[in-house]
């Protein structure tokens, strides 16, 4: 069965473009999540999707979206780039509910704003 | 909003000692989910776990529902065990992570 998969795997944007990630989760998996990882602040939630409906939003602003199709895969937007939102951002699936289902990570976007 | 709270935040240790890494959080929680992110980036979710103990392999996990506690040990750690171990309250909220160091 294939991992999760984040593309693309690295971008150089800079100050106010947008900016749109992607993931496809694993087979049969229905619920998303999106991270923000920088050396600052480590991990943060970002938000969580599941059957193509919005169930979890972490404290970040709204230039920052999401959304999920029919097929479960996400993207997230980010416009208004700022030097601030470099970071790792990574994706996760799971089967059911991320908070209480085992979450598979996939690589990550490494995202760098100049 | 829950604080989560790791410690410690480095640690080097010899191969074979035993490892505890400590997680508190504040507020009630439906599970616990610990984490283990080598360098270059890659996450894999190791324990996901909302009452008592799991085990797998040399890797155990421990959570105190009442005292809002989990504890992640290893046990004849080995240089390949060297990572950041991180905990999340729920998945939403994480640790700071732990940055551990086995030498041979």
């Known amino acids: 069965k294939a991992g999760v998969t984040q593309t693309p795997r690295y971008l150089i944007k800079t100050r106010g473009q947008q900016v749109t990630l992607s993931c496809s989760p694993i087979?049969?998996?229905?619920?998303v999540s999106w991270y923000q990882q920088t050396p600052g602040q480590g991990l943060q939630f970002l938000f969580e999707?599941?059957?193509?409906?919005?169930?979890n939003k972490g404290n970040f602003p709204g230039r920052f979206s999401g959304r999920q199709f029919s097929n479960s895969r996400s993207e997230m937007n980010v416009s208004t780039l700022e030097l601030g939102d470099s970071a790792l951002y990574l994706c996760?699936?799971?089967?059911?509910?991320?908070?209480?289902?085992?979450?598979?990570f996939g690589p990550g976007t490494r995202l760098t704003v100049l | 909003k829950n604080e989560v709270e790791q410690s410690p935040q480095n640690l080097t240790a010899q191969e074979e000692e035993f490892i505890t890494i400590n997680c508190s959080y504040s507020?009630?929680?439906?599970?616990l989910h610990w984490l283990q992110q080598h360098p270059g980036g890659g996450i894999v979710s190791l324990f996901m776990?909302?009452?008592g103990k799991k085990k797998h392999g040399r890797l155990i996990a421990t959570i105190n529902i009442q005292e809002k506690h989990s504890s992640l040990h290893i046990t004849a750690s080995h240089p390949r065990d060297s990572a950041v171990y991180i905990c999340?309250?729920?998945?939403?909220?994480f640790g700071k992570g732990t940055h551990l160091i086995i030498q041979p």
């Open positions: 996760a699936s799971s089967l059911h509910e991320s908070s209480t289902d085992t979450q598979y």
């Open positions: 087979s049969g998996h229905r619920s």
């Open positions: 999707y599941f059957s193509e409906t919005q169930r």
């Open positions: 507020v009630g929680i439906s599970a």
């Open positions: 776990l909302s009452s």
């Open positions: 999340a309250a729920d998945g939403l909220t």
